[in-house]
């Protein structure tokens, strides 16, 4: 079954490391990406720019709205993604205890639809 597990965490969090904290945690990451890969377990992984860098777009009652930034004002700001292929929702869970972020952030698991 296909999970994402969606890497929320405070962008200041990440920022209030030194440069050998965020190596280290770079490491983690890259060590989970390849044991996931080794297991055939990995579809996708991509982290996100910063939310300084995102655009929301809303059509309401006919008209559109561009606006900077993400939809809403939140502590924890969505900070990328893995798409992981596993048996059921606790082997997600152990994938997401896996995640660095999980010690700062949130990981939410999410299911996908799969459409016919």
């Not at 044991?35 to 996100?48: F, P, Y």
């Not at 009652?61 to 059921?88: H, N």
């Amino acid at each position: 079954m296909k999970y994402i597990l969606l890497i929320y965490n405070a962008e200041s969090a990440w920022d209030g490391q030194t440069q050998e904290q965020q190596n280290a945690e770079y490491a983690e990451y890259s060590n989970l990406s390849s044991g996931l890969r080794e297991k055939e377990q990995l579809v996708l992984s991509e982290a996100l720019h910063p939310i300084a860098q995102a655009t929301s777009v809303r059509t309401r009652e006919g008209k559109t709205m561009i606006t900077d930034g993400p939809f809403a004002e939140t502590k924890e700001q969505l900070g990328g993604f893995y798409l992981i292929d596993v048996k059921d929702l606790d082997e997600a869970i152990e994938v997401a205890k896996k995640i660095p972020s999980v010690r700062y952030g949130t990981i939410e698991i999410r299911p996908l639809v799969v459409f016919e």
